[in-house]
């Protein structure tokens, strides 16, 4: 399995990770870090993205099903559920996302709508060409 990460400056690392080396957890709390670093990192792994923004937030996104989960906002870590066996994962989505141009778009379960700008959406719409 291959993680590819992209930080700020474009650099983008690859490294091949066996099973027993993913942890949907850790990889939560690493994006976590970085967006409590103001760091902007757009992470794919098991086809699933994380990415931290440098305006403090950081998300998990399920590509297939536009599903999101905010891990972190402004900083702070939020309130988030990742269950996880040394096989199987299972996260508690909370929104779907959309991302039109350069907007970030949410639809909560409730059916607010919350439109977000200066996302790397770009980043994160190659990595989706590339899980697709």
């Known amino acids: 399995m ?20 993913i942890s949907m957890n850790r990889e939560a709390d690493y994006i976590i870090k970085r967006a409590q670093r103001y ?20 998300w998990i996104l399920d590509p297939e099903d536009h599903l ?3 891990l972190a906002q402004y900083g702070e870590t939020q309130s988030f559920s990742i269950l996880e ?17 350069d907007t970030f778009i949410l639809v909560t379960k409730d059916g607010n709508t919350r ?18």
């Open 39 to 58: 760091e902007s990192r757009v992470v794919l792994i098991n086809g699933l993205i994380f990415f931290s923004t440098q305006t403090g937030d950081a």
């Open 68 to 70: 999101a989960l905010c």
């Open 85 to 101: 066996t040394p096989t199987k994962f299972q996260v508690a989505w909370e929104a779907q996302y959309y991302i039109d141009g």
């Open 2 to 21: 291959f993680v590819g990460r992209k930080g700020n400056m474009g650099r983008r690392k690859q490294t091949l990770l066996s099973r027993e080396q």
């Open 115 to 132: 439109t977000i700008l200066g996302y790397p959406v770009r980043e994160i719409e190659e990595l989706i060409r590339r899980v697709g």
